[in-house]
């Protein structure tokens, strides 16, 4: 989790980045942006703005001092008077990586900040930002006596396009890095995240919980489902007991998890070699062990779905004891039926 209310935005500069494929240039600016008040706290508002996703990622590399991006925020951060070499060389890099022919041109600002908060450490960051998008809008002014209207285009401050922010904590591991980036999962933004900055997710506590919580849901709706002959209730159950232990519990141990959530053997077994099958799939490192992000468990408890839908007739909740609930066939009617136990009615 991170926090800018208190962050201050220090220094800026702004360069602008053209296609290279389409032969478009680049422009570098020599010095860095004047700042008052009121622009600063604009700004602040959107460069800030967009950033929702909490997993955090790192610079990566076989030697992370060849890593470009890697390199010039290391030393920005030890001498912030490097920000306008160093900005230089990071918008020259962007260019490079900027020949797909979908990449818009656009203006690349590059921020120092102070005072953010992160995982409870409050750090320095540099942040590399991206705007590519024009939205129309109008100017009203008097003129002559009378008012007049006029268009033009300008960047929205609602949200930015492609953005990057790197905390000055642990360093030796890549640094602690957060992205932004509206093109999704498009060939064309690959260039953000791998050309141009270099960096994979963090193999985190809040990475582990997400993973096995997407893993916990997917057996559930691929294996542990009605074409292997488990019932609806069954599933529910499961999901139910899994949302349990990552809520109730601070640390994850996969044996423990499989006996207290899982509990048939055979069961087990397809658990694990789901499992693999997914790691192999996506190309994620499990962890058999990890601390339980309690961040990571309320942003995904959504996919732990208690609801039986019967026809479009009841939805029943079912939130508890699985053995207060029965399901039968009546043959007088040939409709199936469920039976609900409890001991008082609220």
């Not at 001092?65 to 010039?72: A, H, L």
């Not at 160093?86 to 102070?114: D, T």
């Not at 053995?323 to 001991?343: A, H, M, R």
Request: net charge negative.
């Amino acid at each position: 989790m991170f926090y800018f209310d208190d962050s201050e935005l220090e220094k800026l500069i702004v360069h602008h980045v053209g296609n290279k494929n389409e032969n478009e240039t680049i422009f570098l600016s020599e010095n860095e942006i004047n700042i008052d008040e009121d622009l600063k706290a604009v700004l602040v508002s959107y460069f800030f703005s967009s950033f929702k996703d909490l997993i955090f990622h790192q610079f990566t590399g076989e030697n992370l001092e060849e890593n470009k991006v890697y390199q010039s925020a290391t030393d920005i951060f030890e001498d912030t008077g490097a920000l306008i070499q160093e900005s230089k060389r990071i918008a020259n890099h962007l260019f490079e990586q900027s020949y797909h022919p979908n990449i818009k041109s656009g203006e690349l600002y590059v921020a120092i900040f102070r005072n953010c908060l992160v995982e409870d450490e409050l750090v320095d960051a540099i942040g590399i930002f991206k705007s590519e998008s024009k939205q129309p809008f109008l100017k009203v002014f008097p003129k002559d006596g009378d008012m007049s209207v006029a268009h033009d285009k300008g960047i929205s401050i609602n949200k930015i396009d492609k953005a990057c922010l790197i905390f000055n904590t642990e360093k030796e591991e890549g640094y602690k890095v957060a992205i932004v980036d509206v093109s999704g999962k498009s060939k064309e933004a690959h260039y953000w995240k791998d050309d141009f900055l270099g960096i994979e997710k963090r193999k985190d506590d809040y990475y582990q919980t997400q993973n096995y919580i997407g893993i916990c849901k997917g057996f559930v709706k691929d294996v542990f489902n009605g074409e292997n002959g488990v019932e609806r209730a069954d599933q529910i159950d499961m999901l139910n007991k899994s949302s349990d232990y990552f809520k109730d519990n601070k640390e994850f141990d996969i044996k423990d998890f499989e006996e207290k959530v899982i509990e048939n053997d055979e069961v087990i077994q397809a658990f694990q070699d789901y499992t693999q099958k997914v790691a192999n799939d996506k190309e994620l490192e499990i962890s058999d062990s990890f601390g339980i992000s309690e961040t990571a468990y309320k942003k995904s408890r959504a996919q732990f779905k208690s609801v039986l839908k019967l026809d479009k007739n009841f939805h029943i909740y079912i939130h508890g004891d699985r053995q207060k609930i029965t399901k039968g066939f009546d043959q007088s009617n040939g409709l199936n039926f469920y039976q609900v136990f409890f001991d008082k009615e609220n």
